[in-house]
């Protein structure tokens, strides 16, 4: 239900932004060095006519490269996928708080999670890593914490793995 709710007020979210900017989408850096990227210019970003080399590291750049690739013209497979992120992130938030805490502080803080305002903006119509990072990092923290407890060593070198993703998402 959590995850439900959290969703649908992304979706609410995105339509109300489409349909009050023309249904066109904010375009980001991001996405402007994914079409670079798809068409062969390589990770620049032109600002006011001037090019400069990207100071991202590549790894979101590519992700949108990727999407743009698959889902073609247009941003409906980015917000797809940052939909399937925010639940990923709801889902991680509560489990990791359950690790952590007590299974009702777990509902609370993925009702929170569903809610929090600077999330449901990141993870609607926003091009941009936010979203991402925060699953990546709060994964990585989930999947330390289980090792730790379980004495996995897969647990603990997937924890690693997706820790040093979460920090290439972010610039």
């Not at 489409?18 to 600002?47: C, K, M, P, S």
């Not at 999670?113 to 699953?135: F, R, W």
Request: a positive charge.
């Amino acid at each position: 239900a959590v995850i439900g709710v959290g969703l649908a007020i992304r979706a609410a979210v995105l339509f109300a932004y489409l349909a009050t900017h023309g249904w066109r989408a904010e375009v980001w850096e991001y996405e402007t060095v994914a079409q670079n990227i798809l068409r062969g210019d390589g990770l620049l970003f032109a600002h006011q006519g001037v090019g400069f080399q990207t100071r991202f590291v590549p790894l979101f750049p590519i992700i949108c490269a990727g999407l743009d690739w698959l889902g073609g013209p247009g941003f409906w497979a980015f917000y797809v996928f940052h939909l399937a992120c925010a639940a990923a992130l709801m889902w991680v938030t509560c489990a990791l708080a359950e690790e952590l805490l007590a299974p009702k502080t777990a509902r609370v803080a993925a009702w929170l999670a569903a809610v929090e305002p600077a999330l449901i903006v990141y993870q609607s119509y926003k091009v941009h890593v936010v979203g991402l990072a925060s699953l990546a990092l709060s994964a990585a923290f989930l999947l330390f914490l289980r090792g730790r407890r379980s004495g996995s060593s897969w647990c603990v070198l997937a924890s690693g793995l997706v820790c040093g993703l979460g920090m290439l998402v972010r610039h």
